[in-house]
């Protein structure tokens, strides 16, 4: 009976507008789920079920106005591309789920991130665009964290390949004469940090961080927004650190 109900809903599926609504409310069962289960094992296998029904969506059929409670989706603004990302609390830390999804479904990529795992960037991705650099596309993924006593968020330069890979290792964000392909900032449990894109992704704003004592330099615990911001500008396909674009 179970296989027969899987095969009608396939079939129910079929792509239509019908299909997409049981789609997202099959995505919002699975997300009640993985709310309310205890064990570690459980979440972990709720966020992969997940995962494969939102693969399931065609591109741009998810339904932003009905969204599915805990499950962050945000479309890409200058590319056919869009990002789905959940956390998952478990007993050692916090697991990261981001499913970055294309017009190309091989390009598609699920990253996965669970404590302790290196190869991953620990990070929740809520915003992603698209830029240019040496007539190659690249992607701009604005991330968050946190850990026992700080907060984390990052800038993570990535390159999303026809084969389905994600490369974290081009070195297009430039201050002085130091280049990475990653920035992260890192702040009081208590804080809040402005992190954002502006002028249509030609520009990162964040807030500037400072201890609240001179004593305190380098515990980031002690550390939050001083009322200024710095950047980063877009030119020529690198990005350039400012400092000081603008009081709060």
Known sequence: MRILFGILLLCLIGGSGKGQQILQDSMAVCMQKLVAATEDSLRLAYSDELAEWIGRLGLGEYDGTRGVQYLGYKPCQNAKAELFSWSVPLTGGTAFYNCFRFENKRRNVLLKYVPGDKSVPPYLFYDFWAFTSDKKEYFVLLGWSETAKTNRKAIQIADFSPSGK????????????????????????GMSMMLKQE???????????SPGDEKYEGAWMFYGPDGTLN??????????????????
Do not use: C, P
């Open 199 to 209: 002028k249509n992704g030609k520009r990162i704003v964040f807030d500037h961080l």
């Open 231 to 248: 950047a980063f500008e877009l030119k020529n396909g690198i990005w350039y650190w400012k400092d000081k674009v603008k009081d709060r």
């Open 166 to 189: 994600v490369n974290f290792n081009r070195r297009l964000l430039r201050r002085g004469k130091s280049q990475s392909a990653a920035m992260t900032f890192e702040y009081g449990r």
